[in-house]
């Protein structure tokens, strides 16, 4: 593994999701030190939808890419490519539910290996930096409804920007979560955060809309959550 872009690959344990039955993995890039030739280096598909890509872009999709081959090699999946799916989804392993995230320089990558007889099953993992203040109240009506910027509002302990950053990661997780499984695009405010729990670090969203027979609006879903300085992680599975 090349230690100047690859810096570090973790598995990372979440106390809340000690129930998780799949593995989480974390892993710091650094984007100055990107060239093409590491997608061979790593053993990565270089993409023809990256053709046109700016370096940024390619280094982080190198990097949830080579981070999503560890995972899969653990879940005894050696040597799968991951390919790009609709809407740029990762195309995974049959009975594999994943997903990958990253922000400036931490790629994320959650997969668990579903039971035969699964049905329905999905994995949603984000990372987000802690959005700015005005930055936060230029997207919140976009991130959030009247009720949920009351519940934030009842969490003093945490900025406003915080709280809306972990809305919006909760939000992109449940996405990641369900779009596999309803095959269908949905927004923001189709879902409602119901529920937030500092001391747990845990999290309920709400369906407001129905998705499909077996994703009705008012179906819950909890989460888990990590908050640093700059960053914030947010995990759901069913």
Known sequence: MPHHFITAVEWLNLPQAAYFPGKIARCHFAVDAYHDGLFAELGVVFPPSLT?????????????????????HSLGYARFTLEIGDNRAPRWPERVQGAISHNANIALCAAQHGEPMLLTGGVGID????????????????????????????????????LLTLTFSAKES?????????????????????????????????????????????????????????????????
């Open 127 to 162: 990372i987000e930096t802690q959005m700015e203040g005005p930055q936060a109240l230029e997207f919140l009506p976009m991130i959030v409804n009247g009720a949920e910027y009351e519940l934030l509002r009842r969490h003093p302990r945490l900025s406003l920007s915080a």
């Open 174 to 238: 449940l996405f990641k979560m369900l779009y596999p499984q309803v095959g269908r695009l949905f927004g923001f405010l189709d879902a409602q955060l119901v529920t937030l729990d500092e001391q747990q670090c845990r999290f309920t969203l709400e369906l407001t809309v129905t998705l499909s027979a077996d994703f009705r609006a008012g179906m819950r879903f909890e989460g888990v959550y990590r908050l640093s300085r700059q960053d914030i992680i947010t995990f759901l599975y069913c």
């Open 52 to 72: 046109r890509a700016v370096p940024k872009r390619r280094a982080e999709f190198l990097a949830g890419r080579y981070l999503a081959s560890v995972v899969l």
